[in-house]
């Protein structure tokens, strides 16, 4: 098998469609190693000692923001943090000006989420200094949740390359379905998708190894995974689906559908979510659950972004 040295140092996180298999690979072997500070009664490493981050959240968060935070303070980097309602955002300063004035601090990487899309990427054409990491920009990418996502499959599975996994819900909206489906296919797992049509983008009935399902059920038969989405109610517009019931009855994952899927199928939500709608709580708390595992696999993957975009981490060597 062919090998080749990869390094991320300096390199902007914006979406999966800008990783290579290798630096996939390399994220999630660094993750693994992270994963085992988490896990230590002092957690703390001075991987990052002189390091600075700053996260600039134009959105609310919970998981994202703090698992980048907290991922910062194990690795011994100082961090802060900006978020729109207590900045001077409300007096209006722009996102280049806010861009600036951070940069002009001597940060080292910012973390930004924001509504709109590509505005990871024109931070990149802001800032010299800074390593961007785009923690999401409106429906377009959520990197490290599509790179969580597959480190927790790939922890509970062994391997990636062949695995189906079903992607339920609200496609249209969901900057996590775009990672997801970028990372995976990537990673050479089959990708079923089902929702309402009209949460359906339809260039995705062309893609490769993507496979568009009109029911529920047809995606998740003899799936390895199950990945639900949040109905994202603020980014809707009115009339996508008839009622919250409906979608519930038609879309929402529940035992019975559960059961076409594999035994040991992995249950993954990105969070929030709306228990009851598109996910039934029994199955959100439920033995094939894995949606707490993925919170803290968010920490461990955002040390791993946070050291390899930083620092470089140990020049490792991934197969390709
Ligand atoms: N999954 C996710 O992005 O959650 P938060 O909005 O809480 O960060």
Redesign the pocket.
């Given at each position: 098998m062919e090998k080749s040295t990869v390094s991320m140092r300096g390199k902007h996180i914006l979406g999966l469609e800008n990783f290579s298999p290798a630096e996939i690979k390399l994220v999630l072997a660094t993750a693994k190693e992270m994963k085992t500070i988490i896990h230590r009664d002092i957690k703390k490493v001075p991987a990052l000692r002189g390091k600075s981050v700053v996260t600039l959240f134009y959105e609310?968060?919970?998981?994202?923001?703090t698992s980048f935070e907290t991922a910062g303070k194990y690795l011994g980097a100082d961090v802060v943090n900006i978020t729109s309602g207590t900045s001077s955002i409300v007096k209006g300063e722009s996102l280049r000006d806010t861009l600036l004035t951070v940069e002009a601090m001597g940060f080292d990487a910012i973390v930004m989420r924001h509504k709109e899309e590509g505005a990871a990427e024109f931070a990149t054409k802001v800032v010299k200094h800074p390593v961007i990491i785009n923690a999401?920009d409106g429906a377009h990418a959520?990197p490290s949740?599509g790179l969580l996502n597959l480190f927790t499959l790939l922890e509970h599975k062994g391997h990636l390359k062949g695995l189906k996994v079903a992607i339920i819900g609200d496609i249209l909206h969901s900057r996590v379905a775009r990672s997801d489906i970028w990372g995976m296919r990537k990673m050479g797992i089959e990708v079923h998708l089902a929702g309402p049509k009209t949460m359906l983008p339809r260039f995705l009935y062309q893609e490769p190894n993507i496979f568009v399902h009109d029911r529920i059920e047809d995606a998740i038969k003899d799936a390895d995974a199950i990945n639900v989405l949040r109905i994202q109610l603020e980014r809707q517009k009115a009339g996508l689906f008839p009622s919250k019931r409906e979608y519930a009855r038609i879309f929402g994952l529940n035992d019975e559908r559960l059961a076409l899927a594999k035994k040991d199928v992995l249950v993954l939500h990105?969070?929030?979510m709306n228990k009851g709608l598109e996910i039934s709580p029994y199955i959100a708390y439920g033995d094939n659950s894995a949606i707490q595992e993925q919170v803290q696999n968010g920490v461990a993957v955002r040390m791993a972004l946070l050291t390899l975009t930083l620092t470089g981490g140990k020049e490792s060597e991934a197969n390709h």
């Open positions: 609310p968060s919970t998981r994202t923001r999401g959520h949740q990105p969070g929030p």
